[in-house]
């Protein structure tokens, strides 16, 4: 089942695919923006173990910035989340000191720093652990890109470019990154010499990557990934 409390958006077509998965699974799908309440599930959820990322807070959300979140219900209990909004990677460069004073920004790539592109940051994402191992993390994010590339676009007439994110790195997330959630490229964005950032990783983390994808690639790979929901 599909609960739509989004002002604005809907599920696209084309995802239609993980609306059958998700369903085939027992869960529900909400799209939303209550941005209070998804603070409250992460920050109270003992297995989401990250400061909650302030780009998904009210004090950072304009009332005029589109933007989403998505909770996968089973039963009555959200057992997974995620959210986007729309956000160039040069104002999170930016302003990251802000967060992270001793933080070293990392120059970023030609095609995240233009100014005739529409990007769209992601974050928030989180799966219970009593539901890891079903492929809902994977999904979840799966559904994102199609609302951030195909949703907005036939409902606003509003073509977004490039989906962004950042991850921490080590042996895994990097290749998680590409080869599970189908993102395109994953280059260095951050580093903290002393400390941790937080957020998106543990104390021992001092390396952050920055990861994306443009809308044709993500396209291009469609095939494969629904041959794996069949």
């Known amino acids: 089942m599909i609960d739509n409390k989004h002002s604005i958006l809907e599920i696209p077509g084309t995802a239609l695919y993980l609306m059958d998965y998700f369903e085939s699974m027992g ?7 209550d941005w209070e309440d998804l603070g409250k599930i992460l920050t109270e959820s003992p297995d989401y173990q990250y400061p909650m990322d302030p780009g998904f807070t009210k004090a950072y959300l304009h009332s005029d910035t589109p933007a989403f979140a998505l909770y996968l219900k089973k039963g009555d209990e959200v057992v997974a989340t995620y959210a986007a909004k729309s956000h160039h990677p040069r104002v999170i460069a930016e302003n990251l ?6 933080l070293v920004v990392q120059e970023l790539p030609e095609i995240l720093d233009r100014s005739d592109l529409s990007y769209w940051y992601s974050s928030c994402q989180w799966v219970h652990t009593d539901h890891l191992g079903k492929k809902l993390g994977v999904s979840l994010d799966l559904l994102k ?3 951030i590339f ?9 073509k977004v470019d490039v989906n962004f994110a950042i991850h921490k790195i080590n042996d ?3 290749t998680y ?5 189908a993102y395109s490229s994953s280059e260095p964005f951050a580093i903290k010499k002393e400390g941790a950032v937080g957020g998106a990783g543990s104390e021992e983390d001092r390396e952050y990557n920055i990861v994306w994808t443009l809308a044709g690639t993500f396209q291009s790979k469609l095939s494969d990934i629904k041959a794996g929901y069949k």
């Open 27 to 33: 869960y529900d799908v909400v799209l939303h923006e």
């Open 97 to 102: 000191d802000e967060f992270y004073p001793d």
């Open 145 to 147: 890109k199609h609302i």
């Open 150 to 158: 195909d949703g907005l676009e036939s409902k606003n007439n509003d």
């Open 172 to 174: 895994s997330m990097k």
């Open 177 to 181: 990154h590409i080869d599970k959630l």
